[in-house]
């Protein structure tokens, strides 16, 4: 099986492990017994999927959830099943793999105009003009 992000970029199973566990919430007396909360790991840095550019980009935007090997950790317990933790784990490493397929766009720096110098003037001028009308008058 393999998990399709885009026709480019699709990621085998074999490089996702999942492991189980007990999850909080509601439950009732399953709680107790199901493990339903799905943990997902996947080493970005030795995958081959994802293209260089875009790895770089992924790993700097999620560099909290990567362990210090270059993994990346994601759990998910939304739901009492597994299977639906399961596939809301792949759609939440989809939606950040997606993501980081944007190329951010290059700031570049500006200068603001001498108009907008000059009403900014004109404006703390008008301010400090109505405050100087507040004071009371001095006797001279």
Do not use: Y
Request: glycine share 4%.
């Amino acid at each position: 099986m393999v998990m399709i992000v885009t026709e480019n970029i699709q990621i085998p199973d074999e490089e996702l492990t999942f492991t189980f566990a007990r999850s909080g919430g509601p439950g009732g007396q399953n709680v107790n017994k199901v493990a339903s909360k799905a943990v997902l790991r996947w080493n970005v840095t030795a995958s081959p999927s994802l293209p260089p550019d875009v790895k770089e980009r992924f790993l700097a935007q999620n560099r909290w959830r990567l362990t210090t090997e270059g993994e990346l950790v994601m759990s998910s317990q939304a739901f009492r099943d597994q299977p639906k933790n399961i596939a809301d784990c792949l759609d939440k490493l989809r939606e950040l793999i997606l993501r980081s397929l944007h190329v951010p766009k290059k700031r570049r720096p500006t200068k603001p105009s001498r108009g907008s110098k000059e009403r900014r003037l004109k404006a703390k001028r008008h301010q400090s003009n109505q405050k100087a009308q507040r004071r009371r008058p001095t006797d001279e």
